[in-house]
């Protein structure tokens, strides 16, 4: 609540349940930079070997930047799924009020979008959310 958030509210269990769902979330949703050290029991992909930022700094251990990610995601989380469905919005192409209508342009995007998350991560991923990439074997 240092930042104003009073929405950190809820049980103890609540709230370790949305920072580990919070950390799940964005541990699979970026191309990280770097090499994974070892996999660990839990399966995170950080800590990271050889992973640096535009500027040339070292990443080392779990960034602090990762770590305010995780808490706002996790903040997030208490108040509404992470994982929850919702409408495309943000480009919308057209709206009817009676008897209401909503169309979408095509590159609206399918889930929530978290500006300070993207923010805080730009120097620790490839660009982009996860994508899948095409394994040639030579």
């Not at 990280?32 to 990443?59: C, F, I, Q």
């Not at 008897?99 to 660009?127: N, T």
């Amino acid at each position: 609540t240092d930042r104003g958030n009073s929405g950190w509210a809820g049980t103890d269990a609540q709230k370790q349940a949305a920072l580990i769902y919070a950390t799940m979330w964005i541990d699979q949703s970026y191309n990280w930079r770097g090499e994974v050290t070892s996999w660990s029991p839990d399966r995170l992909r950080w800590p990271r070997l050889n992973a640096y930022t535009e500027d040339g700094a070292h990443l080392v251990g779990i960034p602090r930047m990762l770590k305010e990610a995780v808490c706002e995601l996790a903040l997030a989380h208490l108040s509404k799924a992470l994982n929850s469905v919702l409408a495309r919005g943000g480009d919308i192409a057209a709206v009817s009020v009676g008897p209401i209508s909503v169309s979408y342009g095509d590159r609206a995007a399918a889930d929530r979008e978290f500006p300070m998350v993207r923010k805080l991560l730009v120097d620790l991923h490839d660009g982009g959310r996860l994508t899948r990439k095409r394994l040639i074997r030579g």
